[in-house]
């Protein structure tokens, strides 16, 4: 399996479980780790659209890592996601202050992943 197959299968797989945490009971989840309140209507559509969304690019990831044609767009669309999601955190602690430490966790990870899939986003030579 080529290296950039196995990045885009990573990305997603460790993605999974903060969709999840995001959409599937958020309320509960919401709760639970950021002492947030998501109990109401619209609070539980956002985040589930949210869930949505990071499901259907995990989606994309996946179809990128087994298909040539699809590799570089799924690794471009990672970069981008990875590294938009990093800005509007950045821009927030600079505005709002610092959040809870696992969120500046998702900051650093989603640099790094952004770093790296630019990274091979530049450097891909398709082999098929």
Same mark, same amino acid.
């Not at 499901?55 to 044609?69: P, T, Y």
């Not at 669309?77 to 955190?89: D, K, N, P």
């Given at each position: 399996m080529r290296k950039e197959s196995i990045f885009l299968v990573l990305a997603a797989i460790g993605l999974v479980p903060i969709a999840l945490s995001y959409g599937l009971v958020p309320a509960e989840s919401m709760a639970y780790l950021f002492d947030i309140d998501?109990?109401?209507?619209?609070? &539980?559509?956002?985040?589930?659209? /949210?869930?949505?969304?990071?499901?259907?690019?995990? /989606?994309?990831?996946?179809? =990128?890592? $087994?298909?040539?044609?699809? $590799?570089?767009?799924?690794?471009?669309?990672?970069?981008?996601?990875?590294?938009?999601?990093?800005? =509007?955190?950045?821009? &927030?602690?600079?505005?709002? =202050?610092m959040p809870h430490p696992l969120l500046a966790t998702y900051l650093v990870l989603e640099l790094g992943f952004g770093t790296v899939g630019y990274i091979m986003a530049k450097g891909y030579k398709d082999e098929s």
């Open positions: 998501a109990s109401s209507i619209n609070t &539980s559509h956002i985040l589930r659209a /949210v869930m949505g969304l990071y499901l259907a690019l995990i /989606v994309f990831w996946l179809l =990128g890592a $087994r298909n040539d044609d699809l $590799r570089l767009p799924a690794l471009w669309s990672l970069t981008v996601f990875m590294l938009g999601l990093a800005a =509007g955190r950045a821009i &927030s602690m600079l505005v709002d =202050g």
